[in-house]
């Protein structure tokens, strides 16, 4: 697949996961295949401008996180486009903006001019970094502020003018928040807006069937995955699989969840430091525990961790506790399997009630 002048493996992306798409996050994902390109948490451009540590530790990487993708977000185009040449001299492959939801004026004002204001303004801002860096400039939106104001295939028009050399949108307004179902045919309108650009959809890829139902409905040219990415971070490859062969491979053994789990706190350690690194693990380690099957126990002690010995002991004690769901091949009984992921686009109309997503007061207001 092709983006701008950067050529990628596959058409599957990682997206942004501010707090979780970090360096051993991506190399994790990167190792089990499949992965075209991932992309940083978002950055603030001042914050970089500014040399502020924190935010060059979001943009850290290594030979074997390429290619990657820097978020800046930022309103002031000289910031921005600054921000862009810092990325771009770093080695990013390509940068991408967070539009967060351009059209809050619209709201306020009720009116399409605000609209068009703010889409001028978006521009010369997104001209001002596409002349300034030769790697190719992306940028993520939502569908628009709510069902009533579904702008995005009109930003994406006036972006792709602009010289943007993708975009990425997630099937939803603003005012779905992250529940309600993706909008496949709100992508495809996307899709159907820009002339020659690459659209890649985003939402609620919970498994390659999603990921095969996405594109086929849709026309996008490649799916982004988020927090899919992090109850199944095997998920890119299984969709490429799909797509292949046409074959869905099962999902990840308990032993190599495990084993990924593991590896995953010792590239959290090698990169944060063990007391750091296993602090931020306490958060991340449930996730993996999702599909465990009973877990409570587990979720219990692990956010204690200190040290990679204290988390090692959490995870013996775990299996040990476990070993009372298994049967005797030493599989979990089929009563206590997590039951399948389904997408919201998937899900028949009187179907259970997705599991809990957890998603951070507030995320809204920027993605
Ligand atoms: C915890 C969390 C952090 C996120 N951080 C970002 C971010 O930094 N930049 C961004 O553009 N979107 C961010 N998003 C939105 C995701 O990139 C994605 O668009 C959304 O979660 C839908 O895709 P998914 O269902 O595959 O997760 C975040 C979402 C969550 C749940």
């Not at 089990?32 to 992309?39: D, F, I, K, N």
């Not at 600054?82 to 939801?101: H, P, Q, T």
Request: hydrophobic share 45%; aromatic share 8%.
């Amino acid at each position: 697949m092709q983006i701008g002048s950067l050529t990628l493996k596959s058409n599957l992306f990682l997206s942004p996961l501010a707090g979780y798409t970090n360096l051993p996050f991506r190399r994790v994902v990167r190792e089990l295949g499949g992965v075209g390109l991932a992309t940083t948490d978002l950055v603030n451009a001042r914050s970089l401008l500014e040399q502020r540590p924190k935010a060059f530790k979001l943009i850290e990487t290594c030979p074997a996180d390429a290619p990657l993708a820097v978020q800046l977000f930022g309103s002031v185009p000289e910031e921005m486009r600054d921000a862009a040449l810092v990325v771009e001299a770093r080695g990013a492959a390509a940068v991408d903006i967070n539009m967060g939801c351009p059209v809050r004026k619209v709201c306020n004002v009720g009116g399409g001019s605000a609209m068009m204001t703010e889409l001028d303004k978006t521009a010369v801002l997104v001209r001002g970094m596409v002349n300034a860096v030769n790697i190719p400039v992306t940028a993520k939106m939502r569908l628009g502020w709510d069902d009533n104001n579904l702008t995005a295939p009109d930003l994406a028009r006036a972006l792709e003018a602009a010289g943007v050399a993708a975009i990425f949108v997630h099937g939803r307004t603003r005012e779905q928040g992250f529940g309600g179902t993706v909008n496949l045919a709100g992508i495809r309108k996307v899709v159907a807006a820009v002339k020659n650009i690459p659209v890649i959809g985003n939402g609620d890829i919970v498994t390659p069937q999603a990921a095969k139902m996405m594109v086929d409905e849709t026309g996008c040219a490649g799916v982004s995955i988020g927090r899919g990415a992090f109850y199944d971070p095997w998920i890119f490859q299984r969709i490429l699989h799909l797509l292949q062969t046409g074959a869905v491979q099962p999902e990840a053994s308990f032993s190599e969840r495990v084993r990924v789990m593991c590896r995953h706190l010792d590239l959290m350690i090698e990169i944060f430091g063990e007391e750091l690194g296993c602090r931020m693990f306490r958060k991340i380690a449930p996730w993996y525990a999702k599909r465990f099957g009973p877990c409570h126990e587990f979720n219990h002690q692990v956010v204690h961790i200190a040290t990679r010995s204290q988390f090692q002991a959490v995870l013996e004690n775990y299996r040990r506790w476990r070993e009372q769901f298994l049967d005797e091949q030493g599989e979990l009984q089929i009563r206590f399997q997590p039951r399948p992921l389904v997408a919201s686009f998937m899900r028949e109309p009187d179907a259970a009630p997705p599991q809990h997503i957890p998603v951070p007061k507030g995320a809204v207001e920027h993605w």
